[in-house]
């Protein structure tokens, strides 16, 4: 049986209620039939934590506390449990393993990495950057530190800089939905206008069966929120699966709303995005820092969350 927390019932009615909201005050922004937007919201069962993590947590902890291994063979295993921390939302532990791992062998390209990210989740934007730089220093041809150094420039307000790594990244597999929103995302802050002409001409690229393209094509106002909502289950054979996906759809909806100043509903929809439990995605992670964010420029006499 499926059941839904009241944390989630309580979130999914306010995104209906500030949708409603915004869309009266903004009606020539957000066109769409509000009361079936509002109706076709899609939630899924928060995924849970695999037995088979709790297994291996276990089994690492264990291997840990011989005293046999060897410092390598000890620092790989920190860096194994600390994966699974991560991946189970359990984010203090992670950085501690990854940090117990550097100590005991600190040319562990990847270690860095996670590090790095951890770090901008934390807004620590400074030892992130240090921490993405060591991982290209170690490993040069590592594609993934440009994106997730570009992001923490992003949120550490260095868009120029952000756009630059963004690029490369892009360059890497201009195929790819995720690179090429994300690139928009970084030069909006500088350029909107040409940004949607990046975004635009990227959508070419795209391959026509991925389902992401329609996040493109929301952004470009090819289509509507409305429409938008209801591809969410297009393909979908499982709540993993269906988590995932709105995991995605609804940090990218909390963008738009971000950026057309719509602050109440995309709160919500980052809210959405947080509430399918998909820990080790992109969207999760940076759902939670733009809701932190979101807080901390609220003052006590406008309270929106």
């Known amino acids: 049986m499926n059941v839904i927390s009241n944390g989630m019932v309580k979130a999914i009615a306010l995104a209906s209620i500030f949708f409603l909201q915004s869309c009266a005050n903004n009606p020539t922004k957000l066109s769409d039939n509000t009361n079936s937007v509002v109706g076709q919201l899609v939630i899924s069962e928060p995924l849970s934590i695999n037995y088979k993590d709790e297994i291996a947590i276990a089994r690492w902890t264990d291997i840990i506390q011989r005293t046999e291994i060897s410092a390598e063979q000890r620092a790989k295993i920190y860096y194994e449990r600390g994966l699974i921390y991560d991946r189970v939302g359990l984010r203090v532990l992670a950085r501690i393993d990854f940090e117990q791992a550097l100590k005991l062998k600190p040319d562990m390209a990847e270690v860095y990495n996670y590090k790095g990210i951890l770090l901008v989740a934390m807004q620590e934007y400074a030892p992130a950057y240090e921490a993405f730089d060591s991982v290209l220093d170690l490993a040069p041809e590592h594609q993934y530190v440009y994106l997730n150094r570009g992001i923490a420039l992003y949120y550490g307000d ?28 970084v030069e909006q802050k500088l350029d909107a206008a040409q940004a949607l002409i990046t975004l635009k001409n990227g959508l070419a690229e795209v391959d026509e069966t991925v389902w992401a393209r329609e996040i493109i094509r929301l952004y470009l106002g090819e289509i509507t929120q409305q429409e938008f909502i209801a591809s969410f289950t297009v393909d979908i054979r499982s709540n993993k699966a269906l988590s995932e996906r709105l995991c995605e759809a609804y940090f990218y909806l909390g963008k738009l709303n971000q950026m057309q100043n719509h602050d109440r509903v995309a709160i919500n929809f980052f809210k959405l995005a947080l509430s399918t439990n998909v820990f080790e995605f992109v969207e999760h992670r940076y759902a939670k820092l733009e809701l932190d964010l979101f807080r901390q420029a609220l003052t006590e006499a406008k309270p929106i969350l």
Request: aromatic share 22%.
């Open 158 to 185: 260095k868009p120029q800089l952000a756009l630059d790594d963004v690029k490369a990244f892009y360059q890497f597999d201009t195929s790819d939905p995720y690179r090429l929103l994300w690139l928009y995302l």
